[in-house]
């Protein structure tokens, strides 16, 4: 299939990985062209602005300016003029997005996994539409490529054999996963994962008992307890959200918010409307919470 499949932007003087796409593929041919990505970007100041290390099933195009460099994963037979469009789309978003110093004072790979959003929504939009947004600028960046090719690699070129093993301090960086600091947890967010400790358990005990009655004598009541057991999830997501980092923060929260609302709605009857408050008030906290605590030293956006 002719496509992009992972795309990443690193900082050219190191290969410092600023931000990337949350991709899960497991095919082994990409997987090695990944280990030759990560080679490659800390050795991109040897080369021009583009270039092209082309594989058997895979290519990898890399654009650099300035101080950044964007890198895209692609099937060998996607268009190189449309890979690049995408790469200059993506530049031109980061750079609109944060600024020279913030780049260059990024001391920790995935300084800014926030952009992961942004890389996916244009990356989604070349591969469905074939980046129609692109075919404005389709002409200029033919015209730039004829006049100046990019260089051409290989994927099993000795400068990216010798990357893998000899890429120093750079290379380092480049193998680290990204980490997800959060800001410190609050006395206010401590309160909310105690309550919701305490309206999950509250669930999975109800629910629980209400399936032992419901499987043996009121087959009807599996609606009950199935509006017992959502909630429990819930909460325990909510914990998670809240403890941990997890990208597309934001939807998750609102989507497990509406469970437990809609839940104890339907509910009502074995919940009374105190009951029904309680819950859906210990929900509301905890989203207000999940969304108030941020990544820690999360760059704020610069216009350009």
Not at 65 to 78: H, K, N, P, V
Not at 202 to 210: D, E, F, M, T, Y
Request: glycine share 6%; charged share 15%; hydrophobic share 40%.
């Amino acid at each position: 299939m002719s496509m992009i499949f992972f795309a990443c932007v690193v900082r050219v003087r190191d290969g410092l990985p600023l931000s990337a796409s949350t991709d899960f593929h497991l095919n082994q041919d990409f997987l090695e062209c990944r280990k030759r990505l990560k080679a490659l970007s800390s050795i991109l100041a040897r080369y021009p602005s583009r270039g092209t290390a082309k594989g058997r099933n895979l290519s990898i195009h890399f654009l650099s300016s300035g101080d950044i460099a964007c890198m895209a994963i692609c099937s060998s037979s996607y268009s190189t003029i449309m890979a690049f469009c995408f790469l200059e789309e993506l530049r031109w978003e980061f750079a609109a997005s944060y600024n020279t110093r913030s780049i260059n004072s990024a001391s920790r790979p995935y300084a800014f996994i926030e952009f992961d959003n942004t890389i996916q929504k244009v990356k989604h939009h070349f591969n469905s539409s074939r980046g129609s947004r692109a075919k404005g600028s389709w002409e200029r960046v033919e015209e730039e490529l004829r006049l100046q090719p990019p260089v051409q690699l290989q994927l099993e070129a000795t400068e990216l054999l010798n990357g893998l093993s000899n890429g120093g301090h750079a290379a380092g960086h480049v193998e680290v996963a990204p980490t997800y600091r959060m800001q410190p947890v609050t006395p206010l967010g401590i309160l909310s994962l105690v309550l919701n400790i305490m309206c999950g358990a509250l669930n999975l005990i109800r629910g629980v008992h209400l399936a032992e009655y419901s499987f043996q004598e009121d087959h009807e009541g599996i609606g009950n307890v199935i509006a017992f057991f959502l909630p429990f999830l819930a909460c325990v997501f909510q914990c998670y959200l809240y403890l941990f980092y997890s990208s597309a923060r934001k939807v998750k929260t609102f989507v497990l918010l509406f469970c437990v609302c809609s839940c104890n709605i339907y509910l009502y009857g074995l919940r009374n409307l105190w009951q029904i408050s309680f819950h859906i008030g210990v929900a509301s906290l905890s989203s207000y919470q999940i969304l108030a605590r941020q990544l820690l030293e999360k760059q704020p956006d610069y216009g350009v």
